[in-house]
């Protein structure tokens, strides 16, 4: 099984992005892809997650009505809009999957290797 997260870049403070997460290897229609973040000293933390069959999402309170979660067209694809990104934004985004939902990263089993995001101000 591999995730293969992509998108990331440099933006200035107020634009925005799209990253992508594409599984391969087994199918997660019914488990929980989301996006952990990761900033220089700081722990991993949950962002935003859907689950693919039903398309129940949930997101940090820290990007909510600011990031979209998405399914793609693409089997096993999910995507995250990022729209008025901060500098606090500013992190290595993972994308990794669970069989349920939970913003606890020992819960996921698999994870893509990490997309850069910065935000200048």
């Known amino acids: 099984v591999q995730l293969q997260a992509s998108g990331g870049g440099s933006v200035q403070a107020g634009g925005s992005l799209r990253l992508s997460c594409a599984a391969s290897?087994?199918?997660?229609?019914?488990?929980?892809m989301a996006w952990f973040r990761q900033a220089p000293g700081k722990e991993r933390e949950f962002v935003a997650g859907i689950i693919r069959s039903s398309g129940n999402t949930d997101y940090a309170d820290s990007v909510k009505g600011r990031f979209t979660i998405s399914r793609d067209n693409a089997e096993n694809a999910v995507s995250l809009r990022m729209n008025t990104l901060k500098p606090e934004d500013t992190a290595v985004y993972y994308c990794?999957?669970?069989?349920?939902?939970?913003?606890?990263?020992?819960?996921?089993?698999?994870w893509g290797q990490g997309t850069q995001v910065t935000v200048s101000s």
């Open positions: 990794a999957v669970a069989p349920f939902i939970t913003r606890i990263a020992r819960s996921y089993r698999y």
């Open positions: 290897g087994r199918t997660f229609n019914g488990y929980f």
